[in-house]
């Protein structure tokens, strides 16, 4: 049996695709590669994404997470609009978008 194909990935610092549930692991931790591999102040671009849900929202509270215990500041660059909404509503913009 066959893995299905990943709906998101990362090409550099874009996210690209649907994240979605099946993917999310494999999504998540790239970004963890790339946090790892980066400067201080990592950019995360998510013009990519063609689908964003509240598990985007959960990916970027984790990236975050993650850089921070890095000791290394991560940035959301070109979050689309339906993701800021959810944003939010969840009372997360100054955290997730605050330098903008």
Known sequence: MSEPARESYFEGNRLIGRLRFG????TRLEGETLIDSGDDVVEIDLGGLA????LAVSAMIA??????RAGKTV???????DLRKIIAVSGLVELLLGDE
Do not use: D, K, M
Not at 51 to 54: I, K, Q, T
Not at 76 to 81: A, E, I
């Open 23 to 26: 993917g999310f692991a494999q």
């Open 51 to 54: 689908y964003a849900n509240s």
């Open 63 to 68: 990236w975050y997470r993650y850089g921070f």
């Open 75 to 81: 940035r959301f660059s070109n979050v689309p609009t």
